[in-house]
């Protein structure tokens, strides 16, 4: 069973930093590429960025990059999206999903399977 599962949330103050993490199971980890989401509330859910793990390539929503940066530990099947010069306006719901790269079309293609989500609150 394919599953995605977000850890680290919390409240942080502006400014501040936050690492979350995304255990994966059930799949082949190489071969997925692993997006982060975020919904912050009364808006549309937001692409964050996603890390390609076959060839460890890695995009950025605009607002974010230079402040986050999204790894991954083949070891441990987990991706991280390290936050930091955290704004109010990250406050959100973040979660994580992928996609095969082969057939799938990796972090362009469509996600089926989403993690149950971990909240990030940035006070002002």
């Known amino acids: 069973e394919v599953q995605f599962v977000e850890s680290g949330g919390g409240l942080v103050q502006a400014g501040g930093s936050l690492t979350l993490s995304c255990a994966t199971s059930?799949?082949?980890?190489?071969?997925?590429?692993i997006a982060w989401f975020r919904q912050a509330p009364g808006k549309e859910r937001e692409r964050v960025g996603c890390?390609?793990?076959?060839?460890?390539?890695?995009d950025y929503e605009a607002s974010v990059k230079g402040r986050f940066t999204i790894s991954n530990d083949n070891a441990k099947n987990t991706v991280y999206l390290q936050m930091s010069s955290l704004k109010p306006e990250d406050t959100a719901v973040y979660y994580c999903?992928?996609?095969?790269?082969?057939?799938?079309?990796?972090?362009?293609?469509?996600?089926?399977?989403w993690g149950q989500g971990t909240q990030v609150t940035v006070s002002s």
């Open positions: 890390i390609d793990n076959g060839d460890d390539s890695i």
């Open positions: 999903t992928g996609a095969p790269i082969w057939g799938g079309n990796g972090c362009h293609g469509h996600f089926d399977y």
């Open positions: 059930g799949f082949s980890f190489e071969d997925y590429g």
